[in-house]
């Protein structure tokens, strides 16, 4: 009787028993809130299958669809002091920041990576928005600055990928600095006469669309993204007036001038790589042919 409670009973449960299904298989869409296989997601590089919808992505996820072939090499950004003012709220910032890094395993909310995109050597500077909320610290904008000095001495394109919901709060008057410093950091490129481009993301909000995210020579936003300085409902309850459709989405900032360029997640690499080649080679795509005259010389 043992041999049979002991061992068969246990091998027939096994094989009859439903197996646990991991929760994240399927997805759901915060815009359609239609579920979407996660296999199907990441293929579609997480837009939505049913309504177009690009959903956030991370930042290393984004330099390998950025890069060509997804090859980069990540750049060592310079330390900073942390936690200066010994700040604390609900938590003391050196936690917050212990945890983000652990969440994330980053430094800070900044990639700086250089590399080709559509041939030609580029270097990025990209926001990690699971890194408490891409905020904008000392780190940030040392990581703007280092970008800015790398293209400069590489005589090299940069783009600018941010993804943030402004200056950090965390670290008060500092952070507000940094809308300065990169803005200067962003004049030096200009200067030189290298191409800057900056690529819009959901979100990109606060100081820093008040800084160097909206001094691009050519604005490219991905479809769908979330791109102003206050909130929607911060704005109405201070105009006392409903805001038009879609206000502050990409695709009514370029209908309104304030974008010159709305792709796709997937159409990205080939838009950035055609502005690139077109900025930085500048003579014909190929042979001049002279035409022939139509009337006879006399």
Known sequence: MNWL???????????????DVPDNLWV???????MVFHRELEKNLHVCTHCGHHMRIAVKKRLELLFDDGKY???????????????KDLKSYSSRLRDARSKTGEHDAIIVATGTIGGVETVVAAFDFAFMGGSMGMAVGEGIVTAAELAVVQDAPLIVVPASGGARMQEGALSLMQMARTTV????VKEKGLPYIVLLTDPTTGGVTA??????????????????????????????????EGFQKA????????????ATRQELPGVLGNILNLL????????????RSRFPAE
Do not use: W
Not at 28 to 34: D, L, R, T
Not at 251 to 262: A, F
Not at 280 to 291: D, F, M, Y
């Open 185 to 188: 950091a962003v004049d030096k």
């Open 280 to 291: 930085r080679h500048r003579g014909p795509a190929g042979q001049v042919v002279p035409l």
């Open 73 to 87: 090499k990540r750049v060592e950004l310079p330390r900073v002091a942390e936690d200066p003012l010994r700040f």
């Open 5 to 19: 409670t002991n061992f068969v009973r246990p091998k027939i449960q096994q094989l009859v028993r439903p197996k």
């Open 251 to 262: 695709e009514y900032l370029r209908e309104h001038g304030m974008v010159d360029i709305v």
């Open 28 to 34: 759901k869409c915060p815009s359609c809130e239609q």
């Open 211 to 244: 800084s160097f995210a909206m001094l691009g020579d050519i604005h490219v936003a991905e479809a769908g993204a979330v791109i102003g300085f206050a909130g929607a409902r911060v704005i109405e309850s201070t105009i006392r007036q409903k805001l038009p």
